[in-house]
């Protein structure tokens, strides 16, 4: 299905839209996707070995190396035009709330600051014992670092396996699905919860729910509409029709 007008309404006549975005938004920068067959990171490491408090726990070092290793990735990478499409969406509501999984500060580095990150982001870390966040911390040394206030072991802070989503971020992204009046789900394979039950309250509440996702997901059936495309080519594309329908609407009043 493309872009119809039916969208571009709905879109524009909305006040309250929310986000969410997965992995896929980040790929055509470069970023790994976790579930793609071939170059997934899920198909290539097992995440029970290494995105686990159990694996850090029995292998520190590796569980370090593998996360300093992704930091490089996404440090290197550079936000897409997905993400500046979502940037200037935002500009036309009071009420814009963008929800992502991903952990790779690509939506922060594009300009989006209402954000609110589910999974954590690999650009901080914290200690593993006490749970204070380090300011920095030294590659040179001994690796994983430690905690100058406990001696405890530093570790991202991204959410592993088995662990809780922080509560704040998830109450207020709960909350958004459930007053938005139009939902994007971009570029997840909506699996993963809690964060893939986001889109499903959403539409319970009323909302238009439009899914970007090359491939189908098991939320597309219960999509209103599903732009099956790269997020790069047609959030801009999108974006582009409703600010346009939004100006020339100005310009007419
Ligand atoms: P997945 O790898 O599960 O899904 C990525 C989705 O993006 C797939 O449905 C692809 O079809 C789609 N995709 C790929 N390239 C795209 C593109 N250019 N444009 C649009 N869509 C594209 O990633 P997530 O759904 O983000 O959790 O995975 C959710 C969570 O599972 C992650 O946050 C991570 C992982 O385990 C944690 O680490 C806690």
């Not at 500046?84 to 991903?102: G, K, P, R, W």
């Not at 911390?137 to 530093?154: H, I, K, M, T, V």
């Amino acid at each position: 299905m493309g872009i119809s007008d039916e969208l571009v309404e709905r879109l524009r006549a909305a006040e309250h839209v929310a986000v969410l975005t997965g992995a896929g938004v980040s790929a055509e920068s470069g970023v790994p996707t976790f579930r793609d067959a071939q170059t997934g990171l899920w198909a290539n490491y097992d995440p029970a070995e290494l995105a686990t408090p159990q694996a850090f726990l029995r292998n520190p070092r590796l569980v370090w190396d593998w996360y300093a290793y992704r930091r490089q990735t996404v440090e290197a990478a550079q936000p897409n035009e997905a993400h500046y499409a979502l940037v200037d969406l935002e500009q036309h509501y009071s009420d814009f709330t963008l929800i992502t999984q991903n952990i790779d500060s690509l939506h922060w580095r594009a300009g989006s600051r209402d954000l609110l990150e589910l999974h954590g982001n690999i650009s901080r870390v914290r200690c593993f014992e006490c749970a204070t966040y380090a300011p920095g911390w030294d590659e040179e040394g001994e690796l994983p670092p430690r905690c100058a206030r406990c001696g405890g072991l530093l570790r991202p802070d991204v959410v592993w396996f088995g662990e809780g989503l922080p509560d704040q971020a998830l109450r207020l992204a709960y909350e958004a699905a459930q007053r938005s009046q139009v939902f994007l789900s971009v570029g997840t394979s909506a699996i993963v919860q809690p964060a893939a039950s986001l889109p499903l309250i959403a539409r319970r509440s009323g909302a238009y729910l439009i899914e970007i996702n090359v491939e189908e997901t098991s939320l597309s059936v219960f999509a209103d509409c599903w732009l099956q495309d790269q997020a790069g080519t047609v959030l801009p594309e999108l974006v582009r029709r409703v600010i346009r329908d939004i100006q020339s609407r100005e310009e007419g009043a």
